[in-house]
């Protein structure tokens, strides 16, 4: 992985800021893999293209990760922290070409079903995706390849709700990294519950607030100086700061 460049970021946040979250997610990654097309990000399942979010947060931002969440209960807000690792203990493949999505077989309520691993692309052509895939069952239909009861074929739009659950659940099973939960206690409380965990939208926010800085020093730096967008992107994060503290003497 290519570690992203100053204006890496703020090109990606600007070309991300009127997007959908699942385009953001391969907006991200697409610095770090310049040998691969969009086409091929996106063919990623959704635990690959987490794993490698994860791998590209900890060279952006170092590996501790901590998140602030309202407690379901109380409604008082608890922090959360961890490392990277613990969260993700998986690493992307070196240049990005990971298997392609794998068919797994499942029985469901004396049905066979043949599924597969969900991508960017099923997420992209479903509504109300952002729900998570255990719990969308337009994903869960777009991940069953074929249905069998008592040798005759059945439609996935024919299914059950809880079918299509099983189905999603499966689906995050054998995908690790697809769907994400961390466990949260209330400090005030005591209740504890899981909460959801959407690296595309924790490393979004990150990305967005470290491209508008370096925007701000840009128009400090080429007011002071007459520089260039480019070059002042361009310069170590070393000189960029020498020369903006000598802006403010």
Not at 70 to 85: D, H, L
Not at 172 to 199: K, Q, R, T
């Amino acid at each position: 992985m290519r570690s992203p460049t100053a204006a890496d970021v703020v090109r990606v946040w600007e070309l991300g800021c009127e997007r959908a979250s699942w385009y953001r997610g391969l907006l991200l990654l697409a610095p770090g893999y310049p040998e691969r097309s969009f086409r091929q990000l996106a063919a990623l399942t959704i635990g690959q293209r987490n794993i490698a979010l994860f791998a590209l947060r900890e060279r952006l931002f170092g590996p501790e990760v901590s998140a602030v969440v309202a407690c379901p209960q109380c409604g008082r807000r608890s922090e959360f922290a961890a490392q990277v690792g613990e969260l993700c203990p998986h690493q992307p493949a070196a240049d990005g070409a990971a298997p392609p999505a794998q068919a797994f077989g499942l029985a469901i309520s004396g049905m066979q079903l043949r599924c597969r691993q969900l991508t960017s692309d099923d997420i992209a052509r479903v509504p109300a995706a952002n729900l998570g895939i255990a719990a969308n069952h337009g994903l869960a239909q777009r991940a069953i390849l074929e249905a069998h009861s008592d040798g005759a074929a059945i439609a996935a739009q024919a299914l059950a709700e809880p079918v299509l659950r099983a189905v999603g659940e499966a689906v995050v099973d054998n995908d690790p990294m697809s769907e994400l939960m961390i466990a949260v206690d209330c400090a005030d409380c005591g209740h504890a519950w899981s909460a959801p965990f959407d690296p595309v939208t924790y490393l979004w926010t990150e990305i967005a607030g470290a491209a508008q800085r370096l925007l701000h020093d840009v128009h400090r730096l080429a007011g002071a100086y007459g520089w260039r967008e480019q070059d002042i992107l361009s310069m170590s994060a070393v000189r960029r700061k020498f020369y903006i503290e000598k802006t403010l003497q």
